[in-house]
């Protein structure tokens, strides 16, 4: 291998040289800072992020993901292992600082009302089982799980932030 300062490979104090890609700036470690400054510079508008308790509400969401053509979700769960969790709540995204939280299981003293988990299920199952529009998650194999094992098959799964970040860093 090439090295820097006039070193031979085998010594102690031996640099790599530095690669076309990193001259580039094309590196996944370079293009990781890149898409990070882009989404710190978006501003944080809290009246962006929505609690979802209608079912109306619920159905804007959805058909905006519909019409932007992707959408990125999460669950929320019980338990860390995805044959016993059991569904808390859902978040979906269709843009960088824009999303809702649809509680479905919260169960404290004085829980606000929220929409039953079987309504949920089935006016989410369009977006999530169509394979023509793509999903973005976080840690994808275990909401795959807990989604199946409740009777949505989720199709067009695209990226995993999770996945991104391990390749990229």
């Known amino acids: ?11 102690a104090n031996a ?4 690669s076309a890609a990193d001259a580039a700036g094309q590196t996944p470690a370079h293009r990781a800072g890149e898409i990070a400054a882009r989404m710190r510079a978006i501003p ?6 929505e609690t979802v308790r209608t079912l109306d ?3 804007a969401w959805i058909a905006e993901a519909f ?23 859902f978040s979906l995204a269709t843009a960088p600082g ?9 169960d404290y003293p004085g829980a606000p009302a929220q929409l039953p988990l079987a309504q949920v299920l089935d006016a989410l199952r369009p977006i999530l089982e169509s ?4 999903k973005v998650g976080q840690h994808g194999k275990y909401d795959l799980h807990v989604l199946r ?3 949505v098959m989720v199709r067009g799964y695209a990226e995993d932030t999770i996945l991104q970040r391990f390749v990229l860093t």
């Not at 944080?44 to 992020?49: A, G, H, M, T, V």
């Not at 979700?73 to 569904?87: K, V």
Request: with cysteine; proline share 8%.
């Open 1 to 11: 291998p090439q090295t820097r300062a006039g070193t031979y490979p085998g010594a």
């Open 15 to 18: 640099v790599p040289a530095a």
């Open 44 to 49: 944080f508008d809290l009246s962006k992020y």
């Open 57 to 59: 509400r619920l159905d």
């Open 67 to 89: 019409d932007l053509g992707f959408v990125a979700f999460d669950t929320e769960t019980t338990s860390l292992d995805a044959m016993q969790a059991e569904l808390v709540g």
């Open 98 to 106: 824009r999303a809702c939280y649809i509680p479905v299981g919260h």
């Open 131 to 134: 394979s023509e529009r793509p």
């Open 149 to 151: 094992r409740h009777g």
